[in-house]
């Protein structure tokens, strides 16, 4: 295995996927989707996912205090993969899976990268054999219809010296000027005599940081923790070490390590960790250079997205999404192709819960319109530059609650709110463990459990199979997928229409594309049923049009009404956007039971195409 990013067997790798674009391992390399819109991707952690050898390390498999190993292989999760794509998944995101350091029991999640040329021995049932049994993982999802993305990191390394002025390992404060270092050795002891990588005796692979070239002071940030009430992207990512992503040569060594990944591993995309904190435009040079590379071995649509996850939350999003947009300020290309839609998450995730009212979705999406005026189309190709998602590994509470009688009242909230994130703009992503109930709550290990250990893979779980079917609608729903988004206001008596403003509210909303629109209308009030009128699109229906329940999460879902049409005058629209309508407008009547979603639509032949522009109610945000 490589040690330099510059050495012949370095270089075989990359001459062997660049030639006819053939990877590694022989044969073509695996194409890129059309459009990563056409699946969602399913996420799991490695290490808490499967093991078809053995159960977990620790027992119970939940433990909300256990934050060391499980026991997770490469091998767990290719056993594992028909279940994920019956499941309906486009797509895989794993977790990190390069070499942590071997003493930090505390790196399962595998987010401090001490070897960037390495898969993760601790995952593999063979270590010395971790390489091929991680590229045989990719090779089986790809032959099972599974695109593959690596998580990576970029901003840091892991714990690998100590500051010097905290020999016990302590963290280091803020410090205005660069420190000195101990090194680790092995063990993770910090060494007074390891003030340089170079004075190191024959190191091993498992202390300093690989490759090579990243073995230098020099390299890394080495001001201690993030000043507090400062600049929090200054300083490490404790415990792991900062790397100067800025200067000197981090970012060509980082760009070409990760090519090799791609070409080692024949991947489709990366999840770039901590996108906001990186420095120097590596963004933009990044996420170009993973595409340019990727063409050369034949991938045409290789897939980046960044972790944005910061207060400023729209205002700072909008500053890493779309690979050929600009930004007012400087009008330099961006490069990354999306982000995790942490703004959307942040309402439709209380929505769902009751906890918020659904104008609170509504009012992100209208900001975002605005903050990202100078990125988003007229058509929907915006729905390309967001990961959405409802829950994952870094939130303290998985979207499932369950209570403490243990009584599971409220599932029908999960369903209920990934039937909204199926039919919603974006590319969707299901964290594993969601479909079997996972309800985990209150630290990151709560949230992060050993799958196996406890409901395991059961394809007859409730909510598995309803995101079965959710999957197939959306699958055979091209609206769905690509199609313009409006908000639909909804209303109780047929006059007065509006978004709901409080909460426990109902949610309506149409995907729209050529002559198609898809309606979905969610009752998020856990015990009390609706009944409510909701505005379609007057130019793809008429009086009398049929609209057909596509998806429910509820058994025996009620049909909606015919089609009525509402004259002007008769009726009061509070459109989205603050204005207010008089009609005419065309409306369906929907009843729906406590925490249903309804998927509807129009099923009755469509007017000439010439005549489907939207009214001005619709208030498109896309």
Known sequence: MPTSLYGADFQAVLNAATQAGAPVSGGTAFPSPADWRDGWIYFLMMDRFNNPSAGPLHMPYDDPNWYQYQGGKFSGVQAQLAYIKSLGAGALWLSPVLKNAVFDQGSYHGYGIQDFLRANPFFANNPANADQELRDLVDAAHEE???????????????????????????????????NVFWRDAQGAAVPAYISPSVVPTPSRDELVWP???????????????????????????????????????????????????????????????LRYLKGDLPRLFGNSMREFALSIGKRNFFTFGEVLDSSEEADIARFIGRNTTTQADGQTVGVDAALDYPLFNVLAPAVKGLAAPQAVVAMYQLRKQKEQYILSSHGDATRFFVTFLD??????????????????????????????????????????TEQGLHGAGSDPAV???????????????????????????AA??????????????????????????????????????????????????????????????????????????????????????????????????????????????????????????????????????????????????
Request: glycine share 8%.
């Open 145 to 179: 219809g599974l695109y593959v993305i690596f998580d990576i990191v970029l901003n840091h390394a892991a714990d690998v010296f100590a500051y010097a002025s905290n020999p016990n390992g302590a963290d280091a404060p803020y410090s205005n000027t660069r420190m």
């Open 212 to 274: 090579l070239e990243l073995q230098q002071n020099e390299y890394f940030r080495r001001q201690g923790n993030p000043e507090p009430g400062g600049d929090d992207t200054v300083g490490d990512f404790p415990p792991f070490k900062q790397l100067s992503t800025w200067e000197n040569h981090v970012q060509a060594f980082l760009i070409r390590a990760y090519q090799y990944v791609i070409a080692r591993y024949d991947i489709d995309g990366f999840r770039i960790d901590t």
């Open 392 to 433: 994952n590994h870094d939130m303290k509470a998985r979207i499932r609650y369950l209570p403490p009688d243990g009584v599971p009242r409220y599932d029908d909230q999960v369903t209920a709110g990934l039937a909204c994130l199926l039919a919603l703009p974006g590319i969707p992503c299901i964290y594993y463990g």
């Open 448 to 474: 992060r459990e050993a799958l196996w250990g406890g409901p395991g893979f059961n394809r007859s779980n409730p909510i598995f199979s309803q995101i079965e079917k959710m999957s197939a609608v959306r």
């Open 477 to 622: 729903q091209p609206a769905l997928r690509y199609g313009r988004f409006y908000f639909r206001p909804v209303s109780g008596d047929g006059k007065n229409f509006g978004v709901s403003p409080t909460a426990p509210g109902v949610l309506a909303f149409s995907r729209i594309l050529n002559d198609q629109e898809v309606l979905t209308v969610a009752n998020f009030s856990t015990t009390t049923p609706q009944e409510l009128w909701v505005i379609v699109e007057a130019t793809l229906s008429a009086p009398g049009d049929a609209f057909a329940i596509l998806y429910s999460n509820q058994p025996a879902p009620a049909a909606p009404s015919q089609v009525v049409q509402r004259a002007a005058g008769t009726v009061t629209v509070d459109e989205v956007d603050g204005s207010q309508g008089s009609g005419p407008l065309n409306a369906i009547r929907v009843t729906l039971q406590p925490m249903e979603t309804q998927v509807l639509r129009n099923q009755t032949q469509k007017g000439p195409a010439e005549s489907r522009a939207p009214r001005p109610w619709a208030a498109e945000v896309t």
